[in-house]
């Protein structure tokens, strides 16, 4: 069933664009929210904050866990939950950990990394009544070896456009299009009806996301589709040394800190 916050996201296709970022725990959806369309839980987390070599290591326990965190700081925002690796491989699998995810942080929508290999675990999840949103390019939980952007070859061109359209057509309400070359971002926004939502996707795309990790300077990742809004390791690093300084001579705590 989608809520009245996914109706109107789909109608912002080639209006207002889109703002989605990642978030992790309360604190930062918190902030996110003020500022974002969709505040996505990705499982990024498992590279990002746990430092896994891949998504594919990440559980449904752990994206429920964060998930309940980041629901905590929501109070407008469209709050999608990425489906872990391995909890979709057939409809009833997928329903059961859908059901799952939902009941327990009453998220908004789920995400599936996919187009026709699991066009129809989608389709019944929608039929479900469970909002869905799409995940087609580059897809973390498939990838084997380096990340590389897609849509050099006519062949993963061709594949990837009937992905999306596959998803737009079985009623998901938006396409996170990953790491594509940029006429086929365009070639695919201008193909389907429903927004789609680009991070290394060109501005083509209907809105942009990207993790907030990425986009504040807290991780080491510097991939160029990426822009560092911040250096928060420089500011950690400072207030950690000055903590350090106070600490080694007796600055901390002064009268004001003590009971
Ligand atoms: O897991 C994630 O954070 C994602 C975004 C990068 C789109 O899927």
Same mark, same amino acid.
């Given at each position: 069933?989608?809520?009245?916050?996914?109706?109107?996201?789909?109608?912002?296709?080639?209006?207002?664009?889109? %703002?989605?970022? /990642?978030?992790?725990?309360?604190?930062? *959806? &918190?902030?996110?929210?003020? !500022?974002? $369309?969709?505040?996505? %839980?990705?499982? #990024?987390?498992?590279?990002?904050?746990?430092?896994? &070599?891949? /998504?594919?290591?990440?559980?449904? $326990?752990?994206?429920?866990?964060?998930?309940? #965190?980041? +629901?905590?700081?929501?109070?407008? @925002?469209?709050?999608?939950?990425?489906?872990?690796?391995? /909890? !979709?491989?057939?409809?009833?699998? *997928?329903?059961?950990?859908?059901? &799952?995810?939902?009941? @327990?942080?009453?998220?908004?929508?789920?995400?599936?990394?996919?187009?026709? +290999?699991?066009?129809?675990?989608?389709? !019944?999840?929608?039929?479900?009544?469970?909002?869905?949103?799409?995940? %087609?390019?580059?897809?973390?939980?498939?990838?084997?070896?380096?990340? +590389?952007?897609?849509?050099?070859?006519?062949?993963?061109?061709?594949?990837?456009?009937?992905? *999306?359209?596959?998803?737009?057509? %079985?009623?998901?309400?938006?396409?996170?299009?990953?790491?594509?070359?940029?006429?086929?971002?365009?070639?695919?926004?201008?193909?389907?009806?429903?927004?789609?939502?680009?991070?290394?996707?060109?501005?083509?795309?209907?809105?942009?996301?990207?993790?907030?990790?990425?986009?504040?300077?807290?991780?080491?990742?510097?991939?160029?589709?990426?822009?560092?809004?911040?250096?928060?390791?420089?500011?950690?690093?400072?207030?950690?040394?000055?903590?350090?300084?106070?600490?080694?001579?007796?600055?901390?705590? @002064?009268?004001?800190?003590? !009971?």
């Amino acid at each position: 069933m989608k809520n009245k916050k996914i109706r109107e996201i789909i109608k912002r296709k080639n209006k207002i664009p889109i %703002v989605c970022l /990642t978030a992790y725990s309360k604190t930062i *959806a &918190k902030i996110l929210d003020k !500022y974002c $369309d969709i505040v996505l %839980v990705g499982d #990024s987390l498992g590279m990002v904050l746990y430092g896994m &070599k891949s /998504t594919r290591e990440v559980t449904l $326990d752990m994206m429920i866990s964060h998930a309940k #965190s980041v +629901k905590k700081g929501i109070s407008k @925002s469209i709050l999608v939950v990425d489906m872990p690796h391995q /909890t !979709y491989r057939n409809k009833k699998e *997928a329903y059961k950990n859908a059901k &799952k995810i939902i009941k @327990s942080t009453k998220c908004d929508a789920l995400k599936l990394e996919g187009g026709k +290999k699991i066009i129809n675990v989608v389709k !019944y999840l929608i039929k479900k009544k469970i909002p869905v949103m799409g995940h %087609v390019g580059l897809l973390p939980q498939s990838e084997r070896g380096k990340f +590389k952007f897609k849509g050099r070859s006519l062949f993963e061109r061709k594949r990837i456009i009937e992905d *999306a359209r596959l998803l737009s057509n %079985v009623g998901v309400f938006a396409i996170v299009i990953e790491c594509v070359e940029e006429s086929l971002a365009e070639i695919i926004s201008k193909s389907i009806p429903i927004p789609t939502i680009g991070i290394g996707a060109s501005k083509h795309c209907d809105g942009q996301i990207l993790v907030t990790d990425d986009l504040l300077g807290l991780s080491n990742f510097t991939p160029r589709f990426i822009r560092k809004y911040s250096n928060i390791r420089r500011i950690i690093n400072k207030s950690v040394l000055r903590f350090r300084h106070d600490v080694i001579n007796k600055n901390f705590p @002064s009268r004001k800190n003590i !009971y």
